[in-house]
């Protein structure tokens, strides 16, 4: 059940950054670098070496990093896009003052 709960804050929060950055220019940028680097990561933890997490019989860890990282990556993701909307409305709060 927890795994579920975890996913499911995964994609609210996934969903809440591609909201903030909708307005910004650079969004299919921010859109592209991080579906590329979910993809390479998704990847090297499938089919790379992962001989760090050392005798990994039934591939448990594998399977952690799996869930682990993307978890990882959709947090910072989302701290970003918190200080990308901020800066936006900040420019736009400034712009509107000096504009009247």
């Known amino acids: 059940m927890m795994p579920l709960i975890i996913l499911g804050i995964g994609l609210v929060l996934w969903m809440l950054s591609i909201y903030l950055v909708h307005k910004w220019k650079y969004f ?13 990561y998704t ?25 682990a990282i993307p ?9 970003i896009a918190v200080v990308i909307n901020y800066r936006l409305n900040k420019i736009t709060i400034t712009h509107n003052t000096y504009s009247k």
Do not use: C, K, S
């Open 28 to 40: 299919w940028v921010f859109f592209g670098i991080n579906l590329i680097v979910l993809a390479l």
């Open 43 to 67: 990847t090297y933890t499938i089919y790379g070496n992962l001989e760090f997490l050392g005798h990994d019989e039934y591939g448990l860890g594998r399977l952690m990093m799996l869930f």
């Open 71 to 79: 978890i990882v990556h959709v947090l910072i993701a989302f701290i």
